[in-house]
């Protein structure tokens, strides 16, 4: 059951990823970006780690691709870009190596320490997932609001910053003042 | 029931993030559209929270979940702000291709 789950997600997700890269419309690229992130939350729920899959739905492909689409609807940028110009000669050879050398370099280093896993790998789900449903979420929220709650904190601050400083930049200048 | 009942080990999911993250790096390389540059950093963070949840179950440790929770909510912060530098470049000049930004050369 788990390997029909994992080949499905997988499609999806490597499906969706290169729909991002090839389609040249970029509203095409965002909807190929859902596709992705939903298969990530497919894998995600196959780990037992069913609140990060309800937050990256919910965040990912609902705030984040929306916030995309917006964009591109605001800017008019929807042309299509043409992607048979090469701005600079023989670029995308030289990418399309890059990203084959990435992937034999990660897997190679994935399959060498791949017995490490495998040693303490015995009976993992059973003591992340626990035996009620709510253990994850349990062990998250132990987790976040003991050891880390000065970084959840200051996440708050980075969220407001963020939220204030998007708000300046994007703001129309009306000639008097700053910003 | 059946003789052979293949599991993915944690090998497959480690795998499949390495292939993710590489699409995400080549996108980047290859197109010129900043938005859609922006849509391949977040292919790659969703490889990297890919591994950090496969690690963290291979390990029986809760830790890579809550990272990964942090990494999401830098990932929203960054892509606004990400999205609001690219709406106030654009308003100004009409065409989107990061090869013509080069207001910040020396």
Known sequence: MELFVFTCASVMVLVGALGVIFRKHPVHAALSLVLTLFGIAVLFVAQSAEFLAAVQVIVYAGAIVILFLFVIMLLGVDKAEDLKIEPIASQRWIAGLAGLGMVGLLTAAVVSGSDVLRERGLGIASSVAGENADANIQQLANSIFSDYVFAFEVTSVLLVVAVVGTVLLARRRTGKGIA | ?106
């Open chain 2, 1 to 106: 029931m059946l003789g052979l009942v293949v599991v993915p080990t944690p090998t497959w999911y480690l795998v499949l993030s390495a292939v993710l993250f590489s699409i995400g790096a080549v996108g980047v390389l290859v197109r010129r559209n900043p938005l859609v540059m922006f849509m391949c950093i977040e292919l790659m963070l969703n490889a990297v929270n890919l591994t950090f949840v496969t690690v963290g179950r291979a390990m029986s440790d809760i830790n890579g979940q809550a990272i990964v929770f942090f990494v999401m909510v830098v990932a929203a912060a960054e892509v606004v702000v990400g999205l609001g530098i690219i709406v106030s470049i654009m308003r100004r000049r009409s065409g989107v291709n990061v090869d013509d930004l080069t207001e910040l050369k020396g």
